[in-house]
């Protein structure tokens, strides 16, 4: 197998690529000790079947530039082929500012195509290319070299059976008319915004059953102080500050080092220093936040008037519609989904685009009274009323 160390060889294989239809890739990297991803092997095959149609790329060992692979990148003429592509893309959009275009996510793709939700690349080999995959490499430290060749063989599978599934996705796609489906599931993917983390909105993952504005304003001033903390010294958040210990902070608000040091759940490096600084002040600033700026939580299924009859007849209708169409019914409609629709709520996803065919369209009809459902056999059907 072939491993390309220098910038030469990359910008070779790459002008390779662009003659051709499509590309697939992959990405070992590393994230336990850093915020960012550590990228620390590229894989990249071709539609070939020959053994310099498929290589590793290693960014670690010797003087290379990733530049040849964003040219690529930015070729529209050649589909960049990943599976489960966000944190691969992150890892570039992060590093270069660049985007594959166009792109295609054979995960996306295979829920699309009715294989189920966030369906496994090993599951995909094993049904598509009809191959068993060795795993004995996938918990290793991809920033160590050597190279194991157990190693190598694990990292080129990913991207040579993507071929298979790759085309084998595509056909079944056009055959079907849902490429446009794809397309739409693809836009969150090929969107910059996607991979932007502004510490102002971190607070919005932190799960709190307190919905107090004096509260949450605590939980975004500390939320944003970790986040700009962990971004500037490139280490994980969670070695800042974890989240429990945030809650606990923003509930018992102490005033100074004191009071700071009495927190069960804070981290032994967080008691004192930069951490410990940051903290109170991010304590202060959210209790003199004025109530005009406080953060709004989010609309609840508790404050949702949600209508738990309606809600359990859509889940049927739900069930019906993944069983007719195929596609998974986590990919269709959230939980989230229906019970926002039974409590009268328009502005969700279930009713845009392709769900809306599939099951928006006949979700609103039996909220608003103009059909029911039935049973015929083993089956739901819908009637008119």
Known sequence: MKIIRTTEELAEFCQRAKDCDYVTLDTEFLRERTYYSKLCLLQMALPGRGEDDAVLVDPI????????????FRDTS?????????????????????????LFDTQVAAMVCGFG????YETLVRKVARQQLDKSSRFTDWSRRPLTDAQMTYALADVTHLRDIYEFLAAKLQESGRDKWLAEELQTLTDPETYIVRPEDAWRRIKTRNSSGKFLAIVRELARFREEYAQSRNIPRNRVLKDDALVELASTKPGNSK??????????????????????KAIQDGLNCPAANMP???RTRDKLQVNPALADLLR?????????????SKLIA???????????????????GWRHE????????????EIGLATKGKSIITFEL
Not at 61 to 72: H, I, K, M, Q
Not at 117 to 120: A, H, L, P, T
Not at 316 to 328: D, I, Q
Not at 358 to 369: E, K
Request: aromatic residues 4%; contains cysteine.
């Open 259 to 280: 009071e700071l040091s009495r927190a069960r759940l804070l981290l032994r490096e967080a008691r004192k220093g930069d951490i410990a600084d940051g903290i109170l």
């Open 358 to 369: 599939v099951f928006g369209d006949d979700a609103l009809r039996l909220c608003n009274g």
């Open 61 to 72: 060992a010797g003087d290379l530039s990733l530049e040849p692979v964003y040219e690529l």
């Open 117 to 120: 939700d966030q369906v496994g």
């Open 316 to 328: 049927v209708l739900l069930k019906a519609k993944t069983e007719e169409s195929g596609v998974a």
């Open 78 to 102: 050649v589909v960049k082929v990943f599976h489960a592509a966000r944190q691969d893309i992150e890892i570039f959009c992060v590093d270069a500012g660049v985007i594959p275009d166009p």
């Open 334 to 352: 959230s939980a989230a989904d229906l019970d926002a629709l039974s409590a009268g709520e328009r502005d969700i996803a279930a009713l845009k």
């Open 296 to 298: 709004k939580p989010g």
